[in-house]
């Protein structure tokens, strides 16, 4: 009986080396998205210490004006 030309050819297993090649990708991934998410934590922090800077300075405005007039 011949083989159907509709199944796709069989890969060959996978070898031990194969096996630790994508474990080593799959934690190089993982590492990534870590700084990725660490990258958007800290911009995070920094848009809020913007924010505090602000409105210090905007507060320290209007106290000087205040008291000067």
């Keep these: 009986m011949a083989p159907s030309s509709s199944l796709p050819p ?7 080396q194969n096996y630790h090649q994508l474990a080593l990708n799959g934690r190089e991934e993982r590492k990534k998205k870590k700084k990725k998410k660490h990258r958007r934590k800290m911009e995070d922090e920094d848009n809020e210490n913007d924010d505090d800077f602000y409105l210090l300075c905007f507060f320290y405005s209007c106290t000087t004006l205040f008291f000067y007039f």
């Design 10 to 16: 069989l890969s060959p297993p996978p070898t031990h």
